[in-house]
């Protein structure tokens, strides 16, 4: 199993418009200052590189909000800061999260020019109708023009699509699936739309306006999705994540295997080991409320607590358990100082490894594609 990596994550808040399916830390401003939140988004930097002094980054990601709306000159700017405070790996994976509307796929170039090197695009559907129902601000003669510029800009680029979507049907999501594949880089991601609380779409659901696919068609939805992308050779490594041998997010398989990451930006969260702590950060979510602290002190921290080998455990297992490779017995015992087995009940392990949810051998506990696709109850059967 490759090291987990040193990540930093950098969250720009703002958005166009907000989506009624999403419940990111994403605001929508009539009008932004670009300089204040440059100046501070380095201030912050400079904090929490001198914490975490002598690490080797070995990724970088943008996310949001919109990144794509940031000004090119800021993303070079707190690209080349994170490169003066701490040593970056030599194949330094730098993602930037962005929406296909014309006016961001201008930015394309600039943007590769400040040093990324890895785009993800907001796509969500190649489907005008489904679009318009996603309340997306773009078209999908504009997702396709940005994917075509993406890939002139860029070596590494992915593109998002969400499935499970009112009245789709099979055939239509294999159909949408097929032209996704041919337009499709070293990555995919392919997420089931989820109705979050306190989302415009939590409301009109609950109203009745629309249902989304029953539980059985959406396990077909999601098997079709697996077999579809891993003929195409975009296997699955996480449950929405599919990429060629190789093409795999860096940054996220650092969360993922429970590396360390900074973030900094508003509500962006942390693990961060300090001696023989793990400190879970997270700073102010809201982006007037954190813009403030950073000019008061510096930084926009709200919470730094030391998490228990107990903590550190479950949240190995929340995170590892979504990828394919699962959670390795090596990297578990160097985190938690335990075996896989000693935090977990022997009986409902094996209740789980009957039902064909999960494999556990010499090399650690994974989730099968069955349990992937359950995985919340599969934790929650592991943690009663
Ligand atoms: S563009 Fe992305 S972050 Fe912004 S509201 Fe839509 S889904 Fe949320």
């Not at 392990?349 to 359950?374: E, K, N, P, S, Y």
Request: aromatic letters at 8%.
């Amino acid at each position: 199993m490759r090291e987990p990596g040193f990540a930093l994550y950098i969250h720009w808040p703002f958005c166009k418009s907000k989506c009624p399916y999403c419940d990111f830390n994403s605001h929508v401003r009539d009008g932004i200052a670009q300089e204040r939140w440059r100046r501070a988004l380095l201030a912050e930097l400079d904090h929490a590189a001198a914490e975490t002094a002598g690490r080797q980054v070995t990724s970088i990601f943008f996310g949001g909000g919109t990144p794509s709306l940031m000004e090119p000159a800021t993303v070079a700017a707190l690209i080349e800061r994170a490169a003066s405070r701490w040593r970056m790996a030599e194949d330094v994976e730098v993602t930037l999260e962005a929406n296909p509307s014309s006016v961001e796929s201008a930015r394309f170039a600039a943007l590769r020019q400040a040093g990324v090197n890895r785009l993800s695009l907001g796509v969500q559907a190649l489907d005008d109708r489904a679009l318009r129902f996603l309340g997306r601000g773009h078209d999908a003669a504009e997702a396709l023009a940005a994917i075509a510029l993406a890939e002139r800009h860029f070596a590494r680029y992915s593109f998002d699509l969400i499935y499970a979507r009112p009245e789709q049907t099979l055939a239509q999501w294999q159909a949408e699936l097929a032209r996704a594949v041919a337009l499709a880089g070293d990555h995919l991601s392919v997420y089931q739309l989820t109705i979050e609380p306190g989302t415009a779409f939590a409301t009109a659901h609950a109203r009745g306006d629309w249902a989304v696919p029953d539980e059985e068609l959406a396990g077909d939805l999601f098997e079709a999705t697996q077999e579809a992308l891993a003929t195409a050779g975009l296997t699955a490594y996480e449950i929405s994540n599919h990429a060629r041998p190789g093409g795999e997010c860096r940054h996220n398989l650092t969360y993922w295997r429970y590396g360390d990451y900074v973030g900094i930006g508003p509500g962006a969260h942390g693990r961060v080991a300090v001696g023989s702590d793990k400190l879970a950060t997270r700073r102010f979510r809201a982006p007037e409320t954190w813009l403030g602290a950073v000019e008061r002190q510096g930084h926009g921290l709200e919470e730094q607590i030391p998490l228990s080998a107990a903590e550190r455990a479950e949240e190995m297992m929340m995170m590892g358990l979504r990828l394919v490779e699962g959670v390795g017995r090596a990297r578990f015992r160097a985190e938690t100082g335990a075996e896989i087995e000693a935090s977990l009940d022997s009986r409902r392990l094996a209740d789980l490894g009957d039902g064909g949810f999960l494999i556990r051998d010499a090399q650690g506990l994974r989730a099968t594609a069955a349990g992937r696709q359950r995985l919340n109850a599969v934790l929650a059967a592991l943690a009663a």
